[in-house]
């Protein structure tokens, strides 16, 4: 098999414009949802990514159309013959699952294949196989995957155990259909939910947000093909601010609403960032210096978990002991080795800083982190672990001594519009090649 790899010579710092697309996490939950309308779909400013190819493939082999161009994405629903998602698609991300409710739909029953993703901590599927379950379908967990039958699932009222974005999308995409009234507590808020509510809601879906994290959904009987264009992505607009701030560069980052980051505005303005704020764009710089801060992750509108991988490499170049505290996934904290070889002076605990005690405090999972700065990082071979540490991987050998060597660069290109054209265009020298 061929190995992409990456080399990285530092090159000072980073400068010059990004425009990020629509996020990873919400285009291929547009396609998915796509399936349930009666007439043609269409997404625009999606990300070229490879999360979209993997959800494309899928949804070709359930007997949809999937046609791109140009940033542009059009569903044509078919007659699903075989309502089974290949067992080839076994692990590669964890899309199969929420076809489970609109193929109950359409075909009354279903099967998937086990989910995948990041290695990032347990993302167990009870939440949605019981929510599944709660709409009246039968569902049992093989070694190989997820089958289900319904032959019409029913509203119902769901208390999530965790505000989980999966399983939120789950409920939302088998509810738009159910006969009745679904009421989900305890839901997740994110914007991708939001903007998949909002897209549902423009094929026909009749849904309601109600006070303390409740979403209400009246079903109905059919959804009609829609279109819409996806906001900028809130995870790659704050990991290339940081890239400017790392290095001691500005990067002005375009296509994302400012209200999509005023967490992690604020987060990094508390550690000396300077921001330019538009209606077009968002530029940081930290022309003094940056010093340490306690972060916690959280659900939204919490420091998004997939914030802190670009800020624990920040962390290093800030003055001072900075602290995270991640309460979202257990094994988040996987890629910290990876940074400890190039120098990063970090260290992982098993109890809560930096914040009150979390879900995981009474467990042995390494879930925060003391980081020392200012830390002079040196270049390094490291393979990457998953999307969000890619990059992370990437921001230490922008700002090491010395050269570096990136593998498992297909985790970055699964999860960012081209990468490498992005940060070519900030300064970094960088050159892909083939192992």
Request: charged share 20%; proline share 6%; glycine share 10%.
């Amino acid at each position: 098999m061929i190995e992409k790899v990456w080399e990285i010579e530092p090159s000072g710092p980073l400068r010059g414009d990004v425009t990020v697309r629509g996020a990873k996490n919400a285009v291929s939950k547009h396609m998915v949802a796509a399936m349930l309308g009666e007439g043609p779909s269409t997404i625009t400013n999606t990300p070229d990514v490879g999360e979209v190819g993997i959800t494309g493939a899928m949804l070709e082999h359930l007997g949809m159309r999937v046609e791109r161009a140009d940033g542009e994405i059009t569903i044509v629903p078919g007659t699903v013959a075989e309502p089974n998602v290949p067992k080839a698609f076994t692990g590669l991300n964890r899309i199969p699952i929420l076809m489970l409710g609109p193929l109950l739909h359409l075909a009354g029953e279903a099967f998937v294949p086990l989910v995948g993703g990041d290695p990032i901590g347990r993302r167990p599927v009870d939440f949605h196989v019981d929510a599944l379950r709660a709409f009246g379908a039968e569902v049992e967990i093989a070694e190989d995957g997820i089958h289900a039958r319904a032959s019409r699932l029913v509203g119902t009222r769901i208390t999530l155990p965790y505000p989980s974005v999966g399983a939120t999308e789950t409920v939302l995409l088998a509810a738009v259909r159910a006969q009745g009234k679904t009421v989900i507590r305890n839901a997740a808020t994110e914007p991708e939910i939001i903007e998949l509510a909002l897209f549902l809601q423009r094929m026909g879906a009749r849904i309601s947000f109600a006070p303390d994290r409740r979403i209400v959904v009246e079903g109905v009987p059919r959804l009609n093909g829609a279109r819409t264009r996806l906001a900028g992505d809130r995870i790659e607009a704050f990991s290339y601010l940081v890239a400017g701030l790392v290095t001691g560069g500005e990067v002005r980052v375009h296509g994302c609403p400012q209200d999509r980051l005023v967490t992690a505005i604020t987060t990094l303005d508390r550690m000396g960032a300077r921001f330019e704020i538009t209606d077009e764009w968002i530029m940081a710089s930290a022309p003094d210096g940056l010093r340490a801060a306690a972060v916690q992750t959280d659900t939204h509108p919490g420091f998004a978990t997939d914030w802190q991988t670009p800020l624990m490499v920040l962390f290093t170049q800030a003055d001072g002991m900075s602290v995270l505290h991640e309460t979202v996934y257990e094994n988040r904290l996987a890629y910290v080795p990876a940074l400890q070889s190039m120098g990063a002076e970090i260290e992982v605990y098993d109890t809560c800083l930096g914040g009150p005690a979390c879900r995981y405090h009474d467990t042995a999972a390494l879930h925060s982190a003391v980081v020392r700065g200012v830390t002079k990082l040196r270049g390094g071979d490291v393979t990457m672990p998953d999307i969000r540490a890619g990059f992370s991987a990437v921001l230490a050998a922008a700002v090491a001594e010395g050269p570096s060597t990136l593998r498992g660069v297909h985790h970055i290109e699964r999860g960012y519009h081209h990468p490498v054209e992005q940060f070519r265009a900030l300064g970094l020298n960088l050159r892909a090649r083939e192992a």
